[in-house]
């Protein structure tokens, strides 16, 4: 099939940050001390069972960057191909028929009748009301009735047993990988792996992959027949629109973020280190930028982006590219006025760090300002840039979550977990409750977010000389803490 | 005698790293009521375990795994928690080291040491009030009447530490464990503590554990003394026995490494490496490895104790019957190990300093106005030559470390001279001092904070090297290409000159102890050869053995090198081991200044002869300071009228009120500011 591709705003960003993390890695793995401190980050097991879960997100959101507009069917009159106005990405081909199988309105998970009675009429042609029949959903079946849990549970057992398949290979490969590495018999890796003395803790990825992969096998098994997990009010498989909500939250969540920590790097540093007047300008500007509610703030400035846009509507090609620029401004918005907290945080962190006798040590030295600032103030602040952005990552999918209450977060033809709670809560006071959409949206964001959270936290030790040792002592203590006890217990009898 | 605190076979572990640590190790002693037994060792020892352990204090991690602790006859190690909580604060009382740390910030004095009446003598709210301000007078806290109902950042050190013990004290407890009482204090303030715990403990009849590593405290204080190593007690002996003939080599070997006078012109004995690891399991004598007179047996067989008088025991293969005759008499050959006679060389002025002050602004109010200035240093004038070391002595507040900041430019001077090779660094521009920052560097107090924990040695070397480097290639990039060392070379030199193998420029800061870290921190002075070098405290945070090595390591160097030496401090014995010259500061100017031997021969000052006598000495008999302070360090925010030190000077005159004396010339090279003697008539 011809295509167009199309690189949208933030779709570039996300290229460049891919790459900026890409050319990372690569100097990491040049440098034997730097590859020495991440390593330890494999080392952790809750660490690397978050990073199987964030992988399996980050891949949902790459697919879904990658965008094309399709060609249609027929072509201008000199023979060139005419592009769909509709853009896709590669997430939405892989899903096509979850994509395209728009119900009516409301049903449940796995439901092959909608969720309200209506009339209609039947072949005959009398009137009935009652709960109709799902276009797509279990439309395959002939007695939904009696066929559809036997149905699901043998689509849904199929599934899981691909899974299975796919994991038990993947298991035998890594395996083998790992044999190969360390030139050792096949039989004694997996006993290790199963034993959990391997560096890496294997076992810990495995038993995550095992939980993902069947889950994943049984709902790409389900999913052309069924709604897994229901439908929203105009018909939309929220599976689908759970997943399309991945990457706006990925880009809420990291563009922000890296938009807003030049600001507070930079200014919260400087106001630290250099104290004076330069304190006083950071410190009055936060302040003030503070004291001004960021909602109102967000809103005026989101106001006139869409005045602009709705003023202009000839430079925008698409829906798409439309509602992408305004994700874009949304992102540039929120990092605008959310760079405060962490600002005010490096410069207290500097302000103590400044005291410290290696600063004046290398000012004894005459190093110049900027040496000092990036070699020994800003590898001591790292781990509080890094807990602050992850805190801000899952605050920030919140924050649109509220901004697309009000009505000023992003495109409303834009799918998000903030447009998606958003709709579900209006259904929760409704009899019966719709609960579906929003547990999807609370489930897929909740997994997210624990997960850069606990990766987070992985990657703060490994990479903090003074925390590695507190850490290997609090696991020590906890393993050794029965044979404590029982010596404790020595203690008491007469001696 | 029957003993009122009797320890058996005490072993406490610490679940830390990657092995149990045995951090107590079969301790046992008793202590008579009334009695002052002190507990001397190193940091790391289980010294303070050893005292937790009988508070059953310890932390999550440890545990008492074997022994008994008898109180009285009660067994601690069999109460309840809650019976444990009648023997605290009633039958033991505890002092701690920081008394910043010690007392709640936002309690009143009052209110603390109500807690503890409250919970042990039930007294009702007037009596207790009555009895608060008793034990307060009773610690020597002026109007105490008044401030006690103040909160504890509006009392000093001293009086924050008399006030931790008056805590101790509110339950009357029959032993008072005293953990470094003293370290943080000033010596003037620890003469002003030890009087007052001497005092205490001749009217309460109280026993005191008292753990320290100082041994001029230990000689001050105790009655009885037992050396702690590695988790285990190596020598007990009475005060006099341990003082006049230290058995264990330990002991032998801690006394050789104080510094003091006698040993100007030697090398300080070192007690090589470091304590063991207590995770291990020990087979032979756990100071085998650092000792000098270790016999064959030492490393497979545990020592068992023998007694070489009365109720002299220590834990040596030495004294075993049969192997008396391989015991030498301390003082080995190794002490009598003399310093290279130094490079002769014509000594030139190389540091001048005239006038110099240093005022911080006070500003309040809205508008930031200035209303008045720390003078944290205040007209302070001296040189240097080159390969000479002037000390700055003086207590904790007096400005010292302004001073040496202030010559590195790290502080800009309010106004005053300071000239480097006649090149004056005050009103230099930015760049001309980059290119001269090279010969003068600085090594700081707190080996911990002194390197960036971010990066590697290699790179913390390399960084003063590369700053130095680019000012110099601008100006001699020919000289650049012939030959020079590559920088690895020069790193590796670099760590052999101050003692560290050269595989350790790969690791970071914190795989190294205390004593590396501050060769780390000498070994990145040295990399830009430096022709002075300003010590601040550069041994202060470090045990006795540790401290002689830097010692010794430092005057090689300036033997080696010809280095000049501002080496600031407080520790007396240090001063008298190292300097040339010693100038006394007192709330931000010099009041003494002289030759080595002039001034602590013949200290004119009545501060000075207040700071030397207050020095705890290490003798035979038992001294006792004869010239005890009153009062603290006022703040030089608002310094007395005239001689700043005459509210706390005993031969104060009507004149000191008046006006601050001139300098009266003792002989050529040894000036004092005080009224007593005749004065210069122009300034």
Partial sequence: MPVSPIILWTDALIYLFVIAVLLLIGHVRRHEHLLASWRRVGHSASGMSALTLLLFFLTTGLLDTVHFRPALDHTTEDGRPIYSVEVLSVLDILVTPIRIQVEKTYSAPLAAHLYAKETFELPDGTPVRDFARLQYGGAHLQDPAAERIPDIVSRGGTGILYGLLI??????????????????????????????????????????????????????????????????????????????????????????????????????????????????????????????????????????????????????????????????????????????????????????????????????????????????????????????????????????????????????????????????????????????????????????????????????????????????????????KTTAAASGDKTSQPS | MSALLEIEQLKTVLYTGDAPVRAVDGVSLAIAPGETFALLGESGCGKSMTALSIMRLLPDAGEIVAGTIRIGGIDLLRLPETGMRTIRGKRIGMIFQEPMLSLNPVMTIAEQIEEVLKRHLHLSKTAAQQRIRELLEHVGIPDAAHRMHEYPFQFSGGMKQRAMIAMALAGEPELLIADEPTTALDVTIQAQVLELMRQIQKRNHMAILLITHDLGVVAEMAQRVAVMYAGEIVEMASRDDFFNRPAHPYSQQLFASLPNKQKRDRALAVIQGNVPSLAQQFTGCRFADRCNQALPHCRDTIPQWHTTGDNHQVRCHLFAPESANHRQTPRTSQLSETLPASRVAEPAMLLQVNELAVHFPIRTGLLKRVTGHVKAVDGVSFNISTGKTLALVGESGCGKTTIGKSILQLIRPTHGSVRFRNQELITIQRGQLRQLRSQFQIIFQDPYASLNPRMRIFEILEEGMNALHDSRSRNLSAHHQDGELSKTQQIDMLLQRVGLPAEVKWRFPHEFSGGQRQRIAIARALAVNPELLVCDEPTSALDVSVQAQILNLLKSLQKNLGLAFLFITHNIAVVEYLADEVAVMYLGRIVEHGHIDEVMNNPKHPYTQALLSSVPKITAEPVHAGMILKGDLPSPAAPPTGCHFHPRCPKAMPVCREKYPLASIISNTHTTHCHLYPQEQHS
């Fill in chain 1, 167 to 480: 994991w038990c290979s993947l298991a035998a490969g890594l395996t083998g990988w790992l044999s190969h590495r360390h030139r050792q018999s096949y039989r004694n890796t997996l006993i290790d792996i199963r034993r959990r003395t391997t560096e890496m803790p294997w076992y810990a990825v495995l038993l995550t992959l095992l939980t993902l992969l069947p889950l994943i096998g049984a709902v790409a098994m389900l999913a052309p027949h069924y709604h897994v997990l229901g439908t929203d009010k105009v018909g939309q498989d929220i599976l689908y629109q759970s997943l399309k909500s991945i990457r706006v939250a990925l880009v809420i969540g990291t563009l922000t973020s890296f938009i807003m920590l030049p600001f507070a790097l930079l200014l919260g540093i400087m106001a630290g280190y250099f104290r004076g007047w330069v304190d006083d300008v950071i410190q009055y500007l936060y302040t003030t930028l503070n004291s001004i509610p960021s909602v109102l703030l967000i809103a005026a400035a989101v106001m006139m982006m869409q005045v602009y846009i709705e003023t202009h509507p000839d430079i925008f090609e698409t829906v798409a590219s439309r509602a992408d620029l305004r994700l874009l401004f949304l992102c540039i918005i929120l990092g605008i006025t959310s760079w405060t907290g962490l600002c005010r945080l490096l410069r207290g962190e500097t302000m103590k760090l400044r005291e410290l006798e290696y600063i004046q040590a290398a000012h004894a030295f005459g190093v110049s300002h900027w040496r000092i600032i990036t070699r020994h103030i800003l590898p001591n602040v790292m781990h509080i840039v890094l807990i602050a952005t992850v805190m801000d990552f899952s605050g920030l999918v919140l924050a649109e979550a509220v901004l697309s209450y009000v009505g000023v977060g992003v495109d409303p033809s834009m799918i998000s977990f903030g447009t998606m709670i958003n709709a579900a809560r209006l259904e929760m006071a409704r009899e019966p409750m719709v609960w579906w959409a929003l547990l999807a949206a609370f489930g897929f964001m909740f997994t997210l977010v624990l997960s850069a959270n606990l990766f987070a936290d992985a990657v703060q030790n490994a990479l903090d000389p003074r925390n590695r040792t507190h850490k290997q002592r609090t696991r020590t203590f906890s393993r050794t």
